[in-house]
């Protein structure tokens, strides 16, 4: 297993968000067959021009990619869900996926800061 990568992902919709979560999830089931995912909760638009909450989870998985590899796919299924650099500058965002942290790596430690974060992270992962 020492060839695994660990990933943390954040997942976020304001556009459809039922739909487009659940549709990210299973895409993503089928990409890391492994992964679980927090509960889902709604929260408030922060560093977007919109008004719309947001649906968010976040999932833990491992895959032999590497982050490049990860980082395509994931942008084919934010685009693949009809997110456009036009709708991201209005604050229409049907589907937003992070890496948050990659193996031990942070790759976004705003967000690991986020109360919703955090909270997603001690149901995923009781002894952090």
Not at 11 to 28: H, Q, T, V
Not at 98 to 107: A, F, H, P, S, T
Request: proline share 7%; net charge negative; glycine share 4%.
């Amino acid at each position: 297993m020492n060839n695994y990568n660990k990933l943390l992902l954040s997942l976020g919709s304001n556009r459809s968000p039922e739909l487009n979560i659940a549709s990210a999830c299973s895409r993503l089931e089928a990409l890391f067959p492994d992964i679980f995912f927090s509960e889902a909760v709604y929260t408030s638009p922060v560093d977007c021009p919109c008004t719309e909450p947001f649906l968010n989870c976040l999932a833990c998985a491992t895959t032999v990619c590497t982050l490049e590899e990860v980082y395509a796919m994931l942008k084919d299924l934010e685009e693949e869900a009809g997110r456009t650099p036009e709708g991201k500058h209005q604050g229409i965002v049907p589907l937003d996926i992070d890496v948050l942290q990659w193996n031990e790596q942070i790759l976004k430690p705003a967000d690991m800061k986020r109360d919703y974060v955090r909270e997603a992270l001690r149901s995923l992962l009781p002894e952090t």
